[in-house]
């Protein structure tokens, strides 16, 4: 490019309309009104903390009720030759495992969620593959008899 034209582009143009600078092909646009990049969407530290807080609260309300559960269970093992007890005990050990299970969930979940808050600039892409390994590594079983066709 000759040095007038660069000069000229400084000045305003050769109409004498401002320039505006853009990078990376996003629109220069003026400063009020919503973006047109992100669509008006905005986005704090403080949500996505409070976004992950609320998650762990929920981690602390199961572990609180695996204790509950552990403590309503107490005295079922010494029970020997009732099936009812046994069945009891085999659904016991199911739902401690599932529960521990959602608490560990939540655990990853609220640490994705601050880590999304800490740096703000993480990519769409990104925070899917979080969730994505966190989908794969807790995803739920099948129901009894699998899953029901059609209805």
Do not use: F
Request: glycine content about 12%; aromatic content about 4%.
């Amino acid at each position: 490019m000759a040095w007038d034209e660069w000069e000229q582009i400084k000045s305003g143009g050769p109409d004498g309309q401002s320039v505006a600078m853009r990078l990376n092909h996003v629109p220069a646009e003026p400063s009020s009104g919503p973006s047109a990049v992100t669509g008006g969407m905005v986005s704090s530290k403080k949500a996505w903390t409070a976004a992950g807080e609320g998650v762990g609260s929920l981690r602390q309300n199961v572990g609180t009720a695996l204790t509950k559960l552990e403590t309503g269970q107490s005295g079922l093992d010494a029970v020997k030759g009732c099936e009812s007890a046994a069945a009891q005990k085999e659904v016991y050990d199911s739902w401690k495992k599932y529960a521990e299970s959602v608490s560990e969930r939540c655990g990853a979940l609220q640490s994705v969620l601050g880590q999304v808050g800490r740096d703000l600039l993480t990519t769409d892409e990104a925070v899917n593959a979080e969730m994505n390994k966190l989908n794969a590594k807790y995803a739920d079983t099948d129901a009894v008899g699998g899953r029901p066709k059609g209805r």
